[in-house]
């Protein structure tokens, strides 16, 4: 199948008064019609790097150094920015991590969820109409009268709710979540992975989801991609991924996903050492300095991406065929 | 749904913020007093013409200089004019260039602040530099520079005013702008395909504004002050104009003759400076989310 | 019970003490030692005490009391001349003064006597076009002067020039500086150190903004002054300066007009008012080039709208009354009266019908931003109204009046009426200089343009005939109403007030002060 967005060696650099930091380095992503695919990776791998660079929102200090985007067959990158509001919103949209930032206070739900129609000629009140049956399929109760509300109004899970519905509402090829429960407690995080689900009956896009919880990816996506400082170490079918990691960095990970240990310990695992500076990167793998199985390649260069099977690949010099 | 969730989804009433804020505003009594004095001064401003017992411009220079009488409520001054009336005609100038000067400043202001917060980097150092450069001016100087320029009119006193508090609302748009710009929702609003114009007029102009109207409300009795103290120099609106600065301008000149000259020039000053001071800051309190009160 | 070791008893005498002062305001004209002091109002910050730069008539109050000229104007009622230093001054011929000196009139700071050499330098640095002096023209007609002995010489003219006895000898620009002095100290130009003194006074201290004292020039030979000390205390303020009047600060202060009505019906105990014609002129004029005022309809208009006498009653309280030209009345060529006496609306209206303005025009009247001033444009622009004219009233700083409506670069023409005062020496050649066609770009703003004018101007300050002097300004001041670029409005009047127990000596117009002719009543 024709993928709905293929990214292909893409790096991005912010210019820093501490000089260039390489963000993203030769990055390969592919997302299919109609499939969740997961990315997880500690804070600061560059997951909102590659989501903001998908929306075309990266601060002004970043610039696309390499690599291409490919959205429904159409090259993105380089793009001028009115042609980027069109595909923002229409085809493409997202949910942001905070509920309680991510609305605009002053503004009612109604007008906010009215003015992102914009593009539409439906008159007002069909936008209006439009709005409230979304309102409802994300479950607000009363949503005829819960419309015309201030956002201060709702709670943080309502809040969350209503961000979807309005990212929904135009019906996107592709949605991208970024970290949309981070801000939530447990029993909202669950409500809301579960809305998700519920909505892909609805919503016949692509799902882009970024976390740094394993076990909500578990629970969600067909497909993950693991980063680790800038770079995309791993990719596999979900299962796949949980049952035969193949990146040291990945059972490092899955070793310390606190839902996966099972006996009864004191202290909780965790990663020796720190993530590189990526203003001054090490050669060899990136990985390297904290990788127990790192051997004398690792130090000398960096490993390219080897396959391990069909739809799983990995960028470790363990799996070299060469 | 949790029970926090439930309860907060329960419709409260349907309210209004601006009813709270105006149940705010009239429990403060101070509040109470800002706001009675400006309708007062509004109402006398748009009925002048069946208020005022004489006509303001009427000159009768042998009738000048009279004690207040029942005929003439405040006296004559030194043309015989009558003062009572030109107090009140007083009142609808200072009214009328107060809104015309802090409205045209509130949008220009408004316009370059935004520029500046939402605009390239360039273009924000360069209006930053203006407006520093316009503050750094002392308001008075810049006035006698005009007026020597322009000669002395309202349209002079409108525009030294106007350019001299453009900075001020643009120096506090631009850094709510900047500070809106970096926050979630703008970016939510972006993601979801809004360009620039939509941004700032959908979404940062509406956080902007109340803040804006609240120091604005505060700006207009320094704008009659302005006013006044040109119009009491000399510079301001021209005569025969009748403006409180102006009537008490000549009031000083003759205050040996005729002390109330200066009292009916002042008082409304004083008064209008005060209605007001009071209510733009009962605004500003009632406007104050974190002040949780009724 | 002590305020800062200051008994109860003794504070309570102190208070009285003042309190005792402070009721009989004024009275205490000796005190200080002894001294006898007299306490004058200066109403502007003293900054140039030079014959040639001075620039108010406060300077010329000090400068003549510290020097003196061959003549000086004589106060009292009527304007004339007595001698100074000068024991014998003839005019021999036109052209040729020839003076004698008294002996042994002696310069402070040992700088010898008065000699006919200071006399010479006095006037010829004046004179001298090079120096560039503020009131050069007061000399512009000097040869030179010839010294032809220590204490004798003659002044030579290069033409007639009949001000000399009236605004040149007896004024500021007559006065006698010490030649020596100035060589010694190697300076061009007084500002407020006087060097070297040879009137009754000498300053004591100087203060520019804030006080001037003078005290008895010990040298001083001549008739005692009546008072050991003058202070001049600076007050700018008129309102200010009747308080400090009537609190006995000062013993004699010039007044506003304003007050005059005023003071007029209840005087502040144990005082007295003066109110004197002034020599000045106020006139309503209108430049005659540009816009509707190109017509001489819409000026002869604009002559017959102006009500006058309410003008005067707007601006003066009606204290002042009519002029009938620039010369005021009691000198040579004053005029008996107006060509234009009363308004006319309906002769005016129909002018401005004729010229094409039937329903008037907008234009603005431009005056020095002053109470009486402005008061007088807004009941002139309530005149013009009468007949459609919308004249709006332009406030402006002396200076910025004067940089619009003289420019040469074409600004004048933003205006369309001014109301102007020009102040007044007692020749009629000074009135009617600034009206001549050489000045239009400077101060005559009407653009007023008349060969018979300009020629009369040049021939009349030679003119020995004081008839046809006379009839002459007469004439010009006819051919200036005619252009219709005039409304002649008043002389104005000098007030002033000062204490009863005070005897001033004032010039005839009460503007300026003889301070050694004051005496105590």
Redesign the interface.
Known sequence: MEPLLDIRDLSVEFATPRGKVKALRRIDLTVRPGRIVGIVGESGCGKSTLVSAV?G?LA?NAQVTSGSIAFEGRQLRDLP??AW??????R???V???PM???????SIATQMI??Q??DDASRGDKLKKAIAWLAKVG???PE??I??YPH???G??RQRI?IA??LL?NPALL?ADEPTTALDV??EA?IIHLIKQLRSEFDGAILFVSHNLGLIAEICDEVVVMYAGEVVEHAEIRRLFHSPSHPYTQLLLTCDPARIESEERTLPTIGGTVPDLAHLPGGCIFAARCPEAFERCRAEAPGTYRVADGHSVRCFLHADD | ??T??AA??T??P?ERAWLIVVRRLLADPLGTLGLTIVVLLVISALSADWLATHDPFELAPRQRMQDPSPDHWLGTDQLGRDVFSRVIYGGRIALWVSLTAVSLSLFGGLVLGMLAGYGP?WLDNALVLLFDSVRSFPTIMFALAMVTLLGPSLGTIITVIVVASIPVYGRIVRIQTLSLKE?????????????PI?VLF??IL??VI?PLLILASMEIPVVITIEAGLSFLGLGVRPPTPTWGSILQEGYQYIRDTPWLVIAGGLPLILTTLGFTFLGEALRDAFDPKLNRP | MAFNGLSRRNFLTTAAGAALVATTPGTEVVAQGGLKILKSRCAQAIETLDPGWRLGTVDDDIMRAVWQGLISVKPGEEWGWEKQLASDIVQESPTRIRFELRKGVPWSGGFGEVTAEDVKFSYERIANPDNKMAYRTDWEKLARVDVTGTHSGVIHLKEPFMPLWLSTLPAGSGLVISKKAMEAKGIQKITTDVLAVCGPYRIKTMEPRRIIVLERNPLWQGEKPAYDEIHYIVILDANAAEIAFEAGEIDFTHLPIASVARLQKKLPPKSKLIVKPSLAYWWLGMQSEDGPFKDIRVRQAVQHAIDVDMVLEGAFFGVATRATGIIAPGLLGHRPKNLVEKPDLARAKKLLADAGFPNGFKTDIGVRNSAEFVNAAQVAAASLAKVGIQAEVRPFDSGAQKALAGDKAGGWNKMGLHIVRFSMQPDPSWATAWFVSEQVGEWNWERFKNPEFDKLHGSLTSELDEKKRDQGYQRMQDLMEQSGSYVFLTHGVNAAIHRDTVVPALSPDAQRQFWNKFKPA
Do not use: C, K, W, Y
């Open positions: 929306m929102l002004g920015e009115p509001r069109d595909i923002r919103g229409r493409l949209a997202m942001f991590q905070d930032t991510s609305l605009n206070p002053v503004i003015d992102i914009h593009r607000i109760a009363d009268q819960r015309e509300d109004r709702f709670s899970g309502m961000a309005m990212a135009m991208i029993t909202l409500q | 749904m949790t926090a969730d907060l989804a419709p409260l349907a980097r926050t979630e929702f703008v970016l939510a609003e972006r993601a979801l395909g809004a360009g939509r959908s979404h509406p956080n109340g």
